[in-house]
């Protein structure tokens, strides 16, 4: 038996169009895109192109060239941290933050100067509006926040953040890296200025592919931080200055594009909300049976509905990393253990510098999974 429950690290299995199509790729079309003109050449900038329309249409954005690739989201949101990021500027995060937006903000802080503040949510991860607002100050110049936890799962309240960022002229960054593919990512609605993702969780492509959207506005205040071959204005000793070739030097990653373009296409035809529908049923299966157990100690918020998938826990009679490793050796079931990436965020909760036992059920996963996964837990810890 093997049971996967580490989708928040990254979700496994991975559609089988997925892998067809990067073979396919890779076995009749593999030139590169954007450097020819001959047939297969054309044909690579058109499937590269055809992702970006499919990374709007999921995220409700209208401008396909305003779609970055990266090769995950932790390069896309040091990018866009690093390209926009001046000496003077006032920057607010949360506590809840993975590394990828944590450790450049700190190296900012150490470099620039930045005045940086990070709110400290509560124990569920929650953030609260009033006290974000009154850490606003006058040389506020960005927000950058997660959509959710990737340690307890916790939704934050991101649309009235980008309301409040809108109207008062502050730049906004989204990581939408446990949400994409999960739940409703609307680039519109949360008024966001740049949507950091990653490929390789929700959207179900191949690791090695992420990137951002950005709007106009937000570009011309955005310095590129990579410079060099784009195919195009090859003659200028300058990097251009169109999207999305300004931030887009080097070979692209092809077939890591192709393989999220058929990720991307999976998730349409299923449905978002059918996936969305299917996590939090299991999750409330899971979360259920969790917080029935008596030495299981569950942290985050109990209604599924108000989180994705990562379940953390730790238990009173025994270490987590004894549990995974009995999980994974005697029942097949494979779990992450640790600090998740997420330093601030254990603080938060309280489990800093032990860490948690992480569950994370995925789209691929059922029932069956799961009741076995809290019958063969039950025996562990009894
Ligand atoms: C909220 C969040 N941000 C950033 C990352 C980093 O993702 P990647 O390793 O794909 O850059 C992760 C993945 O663990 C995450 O959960």
Redesign the pocket.
């Known amino acids: 038996m093997n049971i996967y429950l580490d989708n928040?690290?990254t979700t496994y299995p991975k559609p089988e169009t997925v892998i067809n199509s990067m073979c396919n790729y890779m076995s009749n079309l593999g030139a590169s895109p954007g450097r020819g003109s001959y047939f297969s050449a054309l044909e690579s900038s058109r499937l590269v192109y055809e992702c970006r329309e499919s990374l709007c249409d999921i995220f409700n954005f209208n401008k396909a060239e305003n779609v970055i690739f990266t090769s995950?989201?932790?390069?896309a949101?040091n990018i866009l941290l690093k390209g926009f990021i001046k000496p003077g500027y006032h920057v607010i995060t949360t506590s809840m933050?993975?590394n990828?937006?944590l450790r450049p903000l700190f190296d900012l802080k150490d470099s620039l100067n930045l005045d940086l503040d990070i709110i400290q949510c509560d124990s569920n991860g929650l953030l609260d509006i009033e006290k974000f607002k009154n850490t606003i100050k006058d040389n506020t110049k960005l927000v950058v926040m997660?959509h959710?936890?990737?340690i307890i799962g916790t939704v934050e309240p991101l649309e009235e953040v980008g309301a409040i960022c809108k109207r008062l002229g502050i730049d906004f960054i989204v990581?939408c890296?446990?949400t994409a593919g999960i739940t409703n990512v609307d680039f519109n609605r949360l008024n966001c200025s740049a949507l950091a993702f990653?490929g390789?969780?929700g959207l179900l492509g191949p690791q090695g592919i992420?990137g951002f959207l950005l709007t106009d506005e937000f570009n011309k205040k955005c310095n590129s931080l990579i410079l060099g071959g784009t195919g195009s204005l090859s003659s200028e000793p300058t990097q251009p200055d169109f999207l999305p070739d300004k931030f887009e030097s080097g070979t692209l990653n092809t077939p890591g594009i192709v393989g999220l373009n058929a990720g991307l296409k999976f998730i349409k035809e299923v449905g978002l909300s059918s996936i969305e529908e299917k996590e939090q049923y299991l999750t409330h299966i899971l979360l259920s049976g969790l917080l029935n157990m008596d030495k299981v100690k569950v942290y985050g918020l109990s209604n599924s509905k108000d989180r994705t998938s990562a379940i953390s826990v730790n238990f009173t009679n025994m270490d987590s990393s004894e549990v995974s490793f009995m999980l994974d050796s005697t029942y097949g079931i494979m779990t992450r253990t640790g600090l998740?990436?997420?330093p601030l965020a254990h603080k938060t909760i309280g489990t800093y510098p032990i860490g948690t036992l992480r569950f994370s059920v995925g789209y691929f996963n059922d029932e069956k999974d799961i009741y076995y996964t809290l019958d063969s837990l039950n025996k562990i810890i009894k």
């Not at 995950?72 to 390069?75: A, G, Y």
């Open positions: 928040a690290a995950n989201v932790t390069n949101l933050e993975h990828s937006v997660t959710s936890s990737n990581d890296a446990q990653t390789h969780k992420g998740h990436c997420a």
